[in-house]
């Protein structure tokens, strides 16, 4: 308080003012740090997009009829397993971090996709997904039966699945869902992409 009484007139008003420019650089630079920060949060997608994908294509980034090099690398994973016939991944549910798909898989909820080829092009798609109870897969179930609706319209009633014939750029393909939770002591969905034409 002495030092405060002793400052009179122009030398008060430096201080003053060389207090509020320190506030000012450390709070702006603060904020100016959290937003760099939130930049690098990774971008969460839809659960249905982790699953099947958000572009043109009917399943992830790839085409019926393509060789299984292209279908490998249209993953950023490595497969699991790979034959003439069918390339396999197990990948993890995980919406927030979609681009991490070599972490470590939760055993309870995760999903799998088993690429399937004829005379190296491939005609079948199939995707499991596991998830922790019936409830939840049921849920998802009804996600997923809402986006193909909306998508390819009404589907078939097959036994215990739903299917969906879709005609697009002159070749058919079916699409089929089913809940298959009663089967086992956890949540458990099928899909499965068929071409009939690639």
């Known amino acids: 308080m002495n030092i405060l009484r002793a400052l009179k007139g122009p030398a008060l008003s430096i201080l003053f003012l060389a207090c509020f420019i320190t506030a000012f650089v450390l709070f702006y630079g603060c904020k100016g740090h959290q937003q760099d920060n939130t930049k690098a949060l990774p971008k969460k997608v839809n659960l ?5 994908g958000s572009g043109p294509n009917v399943f992830r980034n790839v085409t019926f009829g393509a060789d299984p090099k292209t ?3 249209s993953e950023k994973k490595t ?4 034959d003439t016939n069918y390339i396999s991944y ?3 549910l995980d919406t927030l971090h979609a681009d991490s798909v070599n972490e470590d898989i939760d055993s309870l909820n995760y999903f799998t996709i088993a690429y399937n080829f004829d005379q190296q092009k491939l005609n079948e798609i199939d995707e499991d997904v596991f998830l922790t109870n019936d409830s939840v ?3 998802l179930s009804n996600r997923l039966s809402d ?3 909306d998508k390819y319209g009404q589907s078939a009633s097959g036994s215990d699945s739903k299917v969906w014939s879709i005609k697009s750029k002159g070749k058919k393909f079916k699409v089929t869902l089913s809940d298959q939770s009663e089967e086992y002591d956890y ?3 099928s899909l499965v992409f068929y071409s009939e034409d690639y």
């Open 137 to 139: 897969a049921a849920v």
């Open 71 to 73: 279908v490998e690398g």
């Open 187 to 189: 949540g458990k969905l």
């Open 90 to 92: 197990s990948m993890p």
């Open 48 to 52: 249905i997009q982790l699953l099947i």
């Open 147 to 149: 986006y193909f609706t």
């Open 79 to 82: 497969p699991d397993e790979t």
